[in-house]
């Protein structure tokens, strides 16, 4: 009963802790204690509705920034910006002596950088990145609530503000690794490709020549792990609808929970296999573009696990580029390279208006002849049989898997 609860409404906790915890501690010698309890569900609805707002905004921002701009070092700028209304709202609730601006300043370091943590895990597989941004943002609260009550945990707050400079600095370097790089090495695409189309291809074959690549090794991901806890703890229900996964929402489901960054409807993995073979072939890349097929080291450690063994089969002082768009799915396999450490990234600001998810909703001339077919071919319910001999049974019939 207990654990049902929590899966959905443990954002609202987040959110409703967020103001309400500096409000209980400080309004008492404001107002009074009995005045305090009387407001105290309007500042809890208060809370419910603005701050799961608020982080919807950070993250809808953060994302423009990234799609227009490739880069990560904005959108990190931009997030500690965010982080100043919470700090300025605390102290003002604490009704403290005016604090001077260096003391402000490291709070509001301190919140970016625990929400700086927050999204670095959400990168890691560990949540996602709306729940994580609450909770970070419901840690800051805490935080600043007991500094301004007990001053020696400034100390901490410190910490959280050096880590902040810390990502800062990573990114940065990220962004000049992106500008500045060897004209040779290896290179890695990872994404869903659900399914590949035009700018996958072109994105391989622009940085195969810009730069000097020897090889490239690609890997679509298999269930995203997001989906797949989600599935375990009854989140998420799913259909099969001709070789896709169609997932909805359950009753548990936490209604502050970004789902489906990427969307709802993912082609199975082995298909997703199969589609970029043929793309590669299409594109006459093969002598370049090698598939890799690793769906238990993924599962297990995720691209980072897949990035440590490419980098084992890389001669001594190779250089590795990682290639990523600039969207949702992109930016988040380029947090992946820098945290990975030491791979020259290779941006491409997405300005076309080619996506997966318009093929999957029925687009055609998005991609390359021989996936054209057999989306032709699923569409009117048939079977395709792919250059590697790999049959698609096509079932017009949905089936709910358990």
């Known amino acids: 009963m207990f654990k049902t609860f929590w899966i959905k409404h443990r954002s609202r906790l987040y959110a409703g802790l967020t103001l309400s915890t500096p409000y209980l501690f400080f309004a008492p010698k404001l107002i009074g204690v009995a005045f305090t309890l009387l407001a105290y569900p309007l500042v809890m609805f208060i809370s419910l509705q603005i701050i799961p707002r608020y982080i919807k905004g950070i993250l809808d921002v953060e994302d423009v920034v990234n799609l227009k701009l490739g880069f990560l070092t904005p959108a990190r700028v931009l997030r500690l910006i965010w982080h100043i209304p919470l700090v300025l709202l605390i102290q003002a609730i604490a009704t403290s002596s005016a604090a001077n601006g260096v003391f402000i300043l490291i709070l509001i370091m301190a919140s970016s950088g625990l929400h700086s943590l927050a999204t670095a895990a959400a990168y890691r597989g560990w949540g ?63 994404g869903s490709f659900n399914p590949v189309h035009k700018t996958h291809v072109k994105i391989l074959q622009q940085a195969i020549q810009q730069r000097g690549l020897r090889k490239v090794y690609i890997h679509p991901t298999t269930v995203p792990k997001l989906h797949r806890v989600a ?134 001339g998005y991609t390359t002849p021989t996936i054209e077919a057999f989306l032709e071919a699923t569409r009117a319910g048939k079977d395709f049989v792919f250059p590697t001999g790999y049959r698609f049974k096509n079932s017009t019939m949905d089936r709910r898997l358990e």
């Open 128 to 190: 996602d990145r709306a729940g994580n941004s609450l909770l970070a943002f419901c840690s800051a609260s805490i935080l600043i609530t007991l500094i301004l009550i007990k001053p020696v945990a400034l100390l901490l707050a410190i910490g959280l503000a050096v880590q902040w400079i810390f990502t800062l600095v990573e990114s940065i370097c990220s962004d000049f690794r992106s500008m500045f790089y060897p004209k040779h090495g290896v290179g890695v695409f990872f």
């Open 231 to 364: 599935l375990e703890k009854g989140e998420l229900s799913m259909v099969e609808e001709a070789g896709m996964r169609v997932y909805s929402t359950t009753k548990l489901a936490d209604p502050h929970k970004h789902y489906f960054p990427t969307g709802r409807k993912f082609y199975e993995y082995e298909l997703r296999q199969q589609l970029l073979q043929a793309a590669i072939f299409d594109a006459g890349l093969q002598d370049k573009v090698e598939v890799l097929n690793l769906p238990h080291i993924y599962d297990h450690g995720g691209f980072f696990a897949l990035l440590d063994i490419v980098k084992e089969a890389l001669a001594p002082g190779e250089p590795l580029h990682g290639m990523h768009g600039s969207d949702v799915g992109g930016i988040w396999v380029r947090n992946i390279f820098e945290l990975s450490g030491d791979i020259y990234p290779y941006p491409v600001v997405r300005s076309d208006c080619i996506s997966a998810t318009a093929i999957r909703e029925g687009a055609v």
